[in-house]
């Protein structure tokens, strides 16, 4: 058995947010759990991060669902080549830019996700030889 547990939270006004981070640029809030923290050390603003997040509204997944129409595509497409939250685990990810890191708190531009959907890790964006 996985378990995983939340280290922190989105704090977000925005109540319609696009599908995908590639074409947003809503700002929100990562609010991380106190104890990580420190974990926060060496995020500056202009860095990217890519954020793993639970998709914490959406349905149960169904067999159904393994293959989805996306609302951009004329035609149905395979679960695992998609990014829908429709998933057999409900994971996100996204990449987003920081604008800011205030103690526990880092603003971000690019968010696709709700008000409090649930951050389960962050990792460093590397492309090339980063």
């Known amino acids: 058995m996985v378990e995983i547990n939340p280290i922190g939270y989105v704090r977000s006004v925005h109540s319609n947010v696009p599908n995908h981070w590639s074409i947003s640029d809503l700002e929100?809030?990562?609010?991380?759990?106190p104890e990580y923290t420190g974990g926060l050390a060496?995020?500056?603003?202009?860095?990217?991060?890519?954020?793993i997040f639970e998709f914490h509204k959406s349905p149960p997944f169904t067999g159904d669902k393994l293959t989805q129409?996306?609302?951009h595509?004329?035609?149905k497409k395979g679960v695992f080549s998609i990014c829908s939250p429709k998933r057999?685990?409900?994971?996100?990810?996204?990449?987003?830019?920081?604008?800011?890191v205030d103690g526990n708190v880092?603003?971000?531009?690019?968010?696709?996700?709700?008000?409090g959907t649930p951050i389960?890790?962050?990792?460093?964006h590397i492309t090339g030889r980063d």
């Open 28 to 33: 929100a809030d990562l609010v991380i759990e």
């Open 42 to 51: 060496s995020i500056q603003p202009g860095d990217r991060i890519v954020v």
């Open 69 to 71: 129409k996306p609302p």
């Open 73 to 75: 595509r004329d035609h």
């Open 88 to 100: 057999p685990n409900p994971l996100g990810l996204s990449v987003l830019e920081v604008l800011k």
């Open 106 to 115: 880092v603003t971000v531009s690019g968010i696709d996700m709700l008000d």
């Open 120 to 124: 389960l890790d962050i990792k460093p």
